[in-house]
């Protein structure tokens, strides 16, 4: 009999290795044809034996599938894989990381409530936060120094519903120090929703260190393929809804919905992931394709081994950065000069990603000639692809920013983003430096200091000693 790892049975889980949950949990062999991989169920229904089962299904008594936008086989099965690598009690997957943005925010605040959010986040989730929350009445405040827990503590109202933050902000790696803004979110009496979408909980798992719901852009390194996007809302399980009955009544209070049940009364823990996956999600409609689903869980097969080979091309790229005459300043959580260097021995001691930002003296015309220079390195707005990718933010996914707002992100117009791929190291380096050879050929930015001309001659040197 084959283990299928807790997943199935909502037990504690026998507590496998990553590199073996990450292949088999949640996997049930195909009763009837003994598929060893997770077929695609590329069916919208799912037929009823007889009157009584479709009455079931529809009342809750019996989980079995209905429709494919409130569940699908083969989505189940990446749902429980996703659950099970984050620590959670259910996982609900959804069309795309906004969209599990989206799901998670909705099913916790309602108008009137107020959110707390660091202000390092992803620019579509700024967006959101910023307009369409706004539009339906839901307040967002967004914490400047986000690594001090009284700068939460003091944007918390009476009508505060929720904290937000990444795990790994890009392109900065201004960590969030999870564990205490978690404690000021419990403090508070409410969740804190961590996206980890750069982390992967191969690097980090956020429920560990307090955190109640975890999204994520599965677009990014869970799939690496970069070849569908999706997302994912995960539930640990542990936030308690009803502590305060009065602030999360549409889970406490009977709904009519559940025939006059509550969400706690019928699914306890699971009340929240229910929630969103049926009154938020299949509402709102933004449904994962199931040959997506399929996609996403063929990379998840080999996501701690890419994540290792990402990180470490990263560090190494990080370091060789930093020594470079031509660069004025690296944000990697890896490198000891970073100011989250200290948080990220303690939360990513696996590894601190590969996603960052570099700025290379010379400013925009540097940056420029970069980037049309590079050959491996793709022009691309993606990340946590197998393949290595390069974006200037400034003029990119930054360009409605203000100069101020870009001052207070820490991008210049010499800053590039990289997403380092698990291609080959010294390939990458020979790319880089082609691209920087091209950046100091450029015309130099006269109010940026030019002094790295003189000093190319002892770059190569090390850069002899790198590669
Ligand atoms: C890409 C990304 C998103 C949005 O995800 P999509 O799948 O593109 O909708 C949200 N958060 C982070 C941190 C991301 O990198």
Redesign the pocket.
């Known amino acids: 009999m084959e283990s299928t790892l807790a997943a199935q049975s909502g037990g504690p889980a026998p507590s496998p290795g990553f590199a073996t949950a990450q292949i088999h949990a949640g996997h049930v062999p195909d009763s009837d044809h003994g598929a060893r991989i997770a077929p695609v169920y590329l069916s919208n229904g799912f037929v009823f034996a007889d009157f009584d089962e479709a009455r079931a299904r529809f009342d809750g008594d019996d989980d079995g599938f209905t429709y494919t936008r409130m569940g699908n086989p083969t989505n189940a099965a990446v749902e429980r894989k996703l659950a099970a690598l984050e620590g959670g009690v259910e996982a609900v997957v959804v069309?795309?990381?906004?969209?599990?943005?989206t799901t998670a925010v909705l099913a916790v605040l309602k108008a009137g409530d107020h959110l707390v959010s660091a202000r390092s986040?992803?620019e579509?989730?700024r967006g959101l936060f910023r307009d369409n929350l706004a539009r339906l009445g839901i307040e967002v405040d967004f914490v400047d120094d986000a690594d001090d827990p009284d700068a939460w503590r003091g944007l918390v109202r009476p009508t505060t519903r929720a904290f937000f933050g990444?795990s790994?902000?890009?392109p900065r790696n201004d960590l969030l120090d999870i564990p205490a803004v978690a404690a000021v979110a419990h403090e508070a009496g409410v969740p804190l929703i961590v996206?980890?979408?750069?982390a992967t909980p191969y690097l980090l798992r956020p429920i560990e260190h307090g955190a109640d719901i975890v999204?994520?852009?599965?677009?990014?390194f869970l799939s690496g393929h970069g070849s569908s996007?999706?997302?994912v809302v995960i539930d640990s399980g542990r936030f308690d809804w009803t502590a305060n009955r009065r602030r999360f009544s549409h889970l406490t209070d009977a709904d009519a919905a559940l025939g006059g049940d509550t969400w706690v009364g019928r699914y306890g823990s699971r009340a929240l992931a229910q929630y969103a996956r049926t009154a938020v999600a299949a509402r709102l409609g933004p449904t994962l394709a199931p040959f997506n689903a399929f996609l996403l869980q063929q990379g998840i097969e080999t996501l701690s081994l890419r994540v290792e080979r990402h990180s470490a091309n990263a560090r190494a790229i990080a370091e060789w950065l930093e020594r470079h005459p031509q660069v004025e300043s690296v944000d990697y959580s890896g490198l000891a000069s970073n100011p989250s260097h200290a948080l990220a021995q303690r939360l990513l001691p696996r590894g601190q990603g590969s996603?960052f930002a570099f700025t290379l003296r010379g400013g925009h015309a540097a940056a420029r000639a970069f980037v049309d220079a590079v050959g491996l390195f793709s022009r691309m707005t993606?990340?946590?692809d197998v393949r290595s990718l390069v974006l200037h933010p400034a003029s990119t996914s930054h360009q409605q920013q203000s100069a101020e707002e870009l001052r207070r992100a820490g991008i210049g117009q010499g800053t590039l983003r990289l997403s380092v791929g698990i291609e080959d190291l010294p390939d990458l380096l020979d790319d880089l430096e082609q691209a920087l050879a091209a950046a100091r050929e450029a015309a130099v930015d006269p109010d940026e200091d030019s002094g790295f001309a003189a000093t190319a001659h002892t770059h190569l040197l090390r850069h002899a000693a790198v590669s």
Do not use: F
């Not at 999204?215 to 990014?220: A, Q």
């Open positions: 069309a795309s990381g906004q969209a599990a943005v986040i992803y579509g989730t990444e790994i902000p890009n996206d980890n979408t750069l999204v994520h852009s599965t677009s990014k996007v999706g997302g996603v993606h990340l946590g």
